[in-house]
């Protein structure tokens, strides 16, 4: 059974960090891409992330470029989404996905608030 | 890419056909995913490569097109298909979603 399961969420400040991870089982994860797409309060899918199969490329919606950094340890069936600068606007469920096969995770809800 | 949906939303009976389209700014191939999402629950994947159903969905969902214009058509809602429908292209990065569409009973 493919399992994707995100932690990491909470409520942090405007300007502060975080980190989201991602642990997958269910399928060969170093074979495949991933993504971090997040959704904000009432409104639609936003892929803020993805990383190939090997780490070596990874790309990024406008809104987040600079600011977030994908990562993933194959020797760990893990991925990670590191969050800098944080903004009201990205309050949202961040959920990790495979997004192509259609496997998503439950999401882990991020607050940006003082 | 942007992907341009439509329509936002609209109302509809039980029974009816419904249309909702994808436009591509750029060409796409067939890179092109449905989704339906219902409120709280991950999105569920309806078509992929524009006109493929996976298994399981019912065979009332179908999907066609090629390039920059898509469509999805459910041809009898059914009171579990009052919910909303997102596409996506796969050809190139960053992915995209289109707005979305609401799908509500009239």
């Known amino acids: 059974e493919v399992q994707l399961l995100e932690s990491g969420g909470g409520l942090v400040q405007p300007g502060g960090s975080l980190r989201l991870s991602c642990a997958v089982s269910?399928?060969?994860?170093?074979?495949?891409?991933m993504s971090w797409v997040r959704q904000a309060p009432g409104e639609g899918l936003e892929c803020v992330a993805t990383i190939n199969d090997r780490g070596d490329n990874t790309y990024y919606a406008d809104s987040v470029k600079g600011r977030f950094t994908v990562s993933r340890d194959n020797s760990k069936n893990t991925m990670y989404l590191q969050m800098n600068s944080l903004r009201a606007e990205d309050t949202a469920v961040y959920s990790c996905?495979?997004?192509?096969?259609?496997?998503w995770g439950q999401g882990t809800l991020v607050t940006v608030s003082s | 890419i942007q992907m341009t949906q439509s329509p936002s939303s609209l109302s509809a009976s039980i029974g009816d056909r419904v249309t909702i389209t994808c436009r591509a700014s750029?060409?796409?191939?067939?890179?092109l995913i449905w989704y339906q999402q219902k409120p709280g629950k991950a999105p569920k994947r309806l078509i992929y490569?524009?006109?493929s159903l996976p298994g399981g969905v019912p065979s009332r969902f179908s999907g066609s097109g090629s390039g920059t214009e898509f469509t999805l058509t459910i041809s009898s809602l059914q009171p579990e298909d009052f919910t909303t429908y997102y596409c996506?292209?796969?050809?190139?990065?960053?992915?995209?979603f289109g707005g979305g569409t609401k799908v509500e009973i009239k």
């Open positions: 996905a495979r997004i192509v096969a259609g496997y």
């Open positions: 269910g399928f060969t994860f170093s074979s495949y891409a």
């Open positions: 996506l292209q796969h050809n190139s990065y960053p992915l995209t």
């Open positions: 490569a524009a006109s």
């Open positions: 750029q060409g796409i191939r067939n890179d």
